[in-house]
């Protein structure tokens, strides 16, 4: 039996597959389709992208990691134009993502991190830290995949990569 190679290129998604001519005829176009259903973000140049790649009737998913950047959480702040502690919450965020690599973060690393923003920082800002985290999850613009963990959703992703130049 002959294998055969297939390169698709779907905006950020690139499906790659090499296997048996049967695997084609039976399987590929129905995955295909499926991945063509779904509602994917377009990926940001130079944000992260996915790529999937399709071998031998197996599917493994890689998913690029955030962008380093080598921006200080004082640079996000200035850019940013932090003005109150949610604001430098979401700077902090902004400098753990693209400057650090963190998908995922603690309370303590977002408190960390503002704390590096030294012209920015207030001990207030500290103290009151839970309840700006409670106002930025509550508008949406951070997400709690569990308990004490905070991640960027997609479009602050988008928005504080703006600030990456």
């Not at 993502?97 to 920082?121: C, N, P, V, W």
Request: charged share 20%; aromatic share 8%.
């Amino acid at each position: 039996m002959e294998n055969s190679k297939i390169s698709l290129k779907l905006g950020a998604l690139d499906i790659q597959f090499e296997g048996s001519e049967e695997f084609i005829a039976e399987s590929l176009v129905a995955i295909v389709e499926q991945f063509v259903g779904l509602d994917l973000p377009d990926i940001a140049v130079g944000v992260g992208g996915a790529v999937n790649t399709f071998g031998s009737g197996v599917i493994s998913q890689e998913v690029a990691s955030p962008v380093q950047s080598k921006l200080s959480a004082t640079d996000f702040a200035v850019k940013m134009s932090v003005k109150s502690g949610s604001d430098l919450v979401m700077a902090a965020a902004a400098y753990l993502y693209h400057t650090r690599g963190m998908e995922e973060f603690r309370r303590s690393d977002i408190l960390s991190a503002m704390k590096e923003a030294k012209g920015f920082y207030k001990t207030s800002m500290g103290s009151n830290l839970s309840k700006s985290l409670e106002t930025l999850v509550k508008s949406s613009r951070l997400q709690t995949p569990s308990s004490d963990t905070y991640t960027l959703p997609y479009s602050e992703v988008e928005g504080t990569g703006r600030h990456l130049s």
